[in-house]
Nanobody, 116 residues
Framework: QVQLVESGGGLVQPGGSLRLSCAAS????????MGWYRQCPGKERELVAE???????NYAESVKGRFTISRENAKNTVYLQMNSLNPDDTAVYSC??????????WGKGTLVTVSS
C-alpha cells in the first residue's frame, strides 16, 4: 500500500505562485510514476503533469511553461511548482502514484483558489 498526502494549497491572487507537495509513505519502493491531477469546478478530473519513472515529464497544454513537476526521491516527495496562476487554475489538486505492478493510489487532494 502507498499513502499520499498533499499540502501547499490555498488562496492566491492572479499572477501569483504556489508550490504543492505530495509525500508518499508505505511501500514506496513500488512507486513508478507520479503525477498531479486537478478537478476544476463543474469539470472532470484532468491530468496536470506527470513524472514517469523513465522518460520525460509531460504536461497539460494549459499549464506548459507555467507549471513544473519535480521529484525528490530521497524524501519520497513530488512537487508541483505553479507560476502565473489564473482563475482557471482554481481546482482541487490531487497527487497520483502508479505502482510498478499497475496499482493506482490517490491522495485526498488540496484546494487551490486563484482569486483577487
Amino acid at each position: 500500500q502507498v499513502q499520499l498526502v498533499e499540502s501547499g494549497g490555498g488562496l492566491v491572487q492572479p499572477g501569483g505562485s504556489l508550490r504543492l507537495s505530495c509525500a508518499a509513505s508505505g511501500i514506496i519502493l513500488s512507486i513508478s510514476d507520479m503525477g498531479w491531477y486537478r478537478q476544476c469546478p463543474g469539470k472532470e478530473r484532468e491530468l496536470v503533469a506527470e513524472s514517469p519513472r523513465f522518460g520525460r515529464d509531460n504536461y497539460a497544454e494549459s499549464v506548459k511553461g507555467r507549471f513544473t513537476i519535480s521529484r525528490e526521491n530521497a524524501k519520497n516527495t513530488v512537487y508541483l511548482q505553479m507560476n502565473s496562476l489564473n482563475p482557471d487554475d482554481t481546482a482541487v489538486y490531487s497527487c497520483r502514484a502508479r505502482a510498478i505492478g499497475g496499482a493506482i493510489y490517490w491522495g485526498k487532494g488540496t484546494l487551490v483558489t486563484v482569486s483577487s
